[in-house]
């Protein structure tokens, strides 16, 4: 099974982007892969606290090791996006960027099927 990593904004409405994010990671278990959520830090973490946001981008970027590819969702790219998606340039790890109407196609296509059974 392939291995994608989450890319997403998570600073600023961390409540709220935490809530994207488990619709970006459903999204990719529906599409047949094994994704890997570095937004979960922050359960563990406080993002506000700048030590403890650079331990948690580390911690994230040492699982990029071990991905086949990067997924990209959201229209905003942060900074810590940013370091993200170079780190994968520099590994040559393949780079996505996921559309909003693309998720939603597959969400909805799960909702019929679930329907229909």
Known sequence: MKKVYICAPLSGDIEGNIEKV???ARFALLSGTAPVVPHY???SLNDTIP????IGI???LGK???CDELWIFGDEITKGMETEIRFCKNLNIKIRKINEEEIRK???EETNEKENT
């Open 41 to 43: 830090y922050a359960y």
């Open 106 to 108: 597959r969400l909805e």
């Open 51 to 54: 030590k403890e946001r650079e």
């Open 22 to 24: 488990k619709r970006y």
């Open 64 to 66: 990029l090791w071990f």
């Open 58 to 60: 580390t911690a994230g």
